[in-house]
């Protein structure tokens, strides 16, 4: 019985992505058609090729999101830890999201001059890139990443000066393809894969979100 019952929760689960992905695919896809019928009826076609291009930008995101997760899933997936200087590591990685709008800030709170940690170097850019383009989609102006120890245990802090997100939904945001209803709009971007994302790369370093 209780196998019978992961079994149907497993196939539920699959169905529910199957949903949510082609539900994600069908909104560019449709306003695909919609552009080449209008060039088709003579629009303008320098801004009209330019929007079919974001169109394509948006689903080749989210087949990249989509294959990040089903690597992730795979029985046997392992991280390829080393050890990295995390603070000079942060600071390049936050230096390919600076922008006019916004300022991001890395402190060093460890009481280490340079203290290393143990990490994939690729999937934990991936997990905290998640976060900073998180802060600065839906947060203010200024975004803070605080590294820690703590016990023994190193707690890396990604906080912004925007309204963040209440307590009560926060574990549901870990789901693959949950989002805020302020964040459905697809102006603001995303898919609601990419905390879902970071949580499964934290796990898989033997920490969480």
Do not use: C
């Not at 280490?112 to 999937?123: G, H, K, Q």
Request: glycine share 8%.
């Amino acid at each position: 019985n209780r196998m019978a019952h992961d079994i149907e929760e497993l196939t539920a689960a699959r169905r529910a992505m199957i949903d949510a992905v082609s539900h994600d695919l069908r909104t560019p896809l449709a306003r695909l058609r919609y552009r080449l019928e209008a060039i088709k009826a003579g629009a303008e076609v320098q801004p009209t090729v330019a929007a079919i291009e974001r169109d394509l930008g948006s689903i080749d995101e989210l087949i990249e999101e989509w294959l990040t997760m089903s690597s992730l899933n795979r029985s046997g997936m392992h991280m390829e830890l080393q050890p990295l200087e995390i603070v000079p590591w942060l600071e390049r990685l936050v230096s390919e999201y600076r922008s006019p709008a916004g300022l991001i800030e890395v402190v060093n709170s460890t009481g280490v001059l340079f203290p290393l940690l143990d990490a994939d170097s690729y999937y934990l850019g991936r997990a905290v890139g998640n976060l900073i383009s998180n802060s600065l989609r839906y947060g203010g102006q200024r975004v803070r990443l605080t590294l820690e120890w703590i016990n023994g245990v190193a707690r890396l802090h990604v906080d912004d000066d925007g309204p963040g997100i209440p307590v009560s939904e926060r574990l549901r945001l870990l789901q693959p393809f949950e989002r805020l209803e302020a964040s459905r709009n697809r102006s603001t971007g995303g898919f609601g894969l990419g905390l879902a994302i970071t949580a499964m790369i934290l796990r898989a370093h033997g920490g969480q979100v």
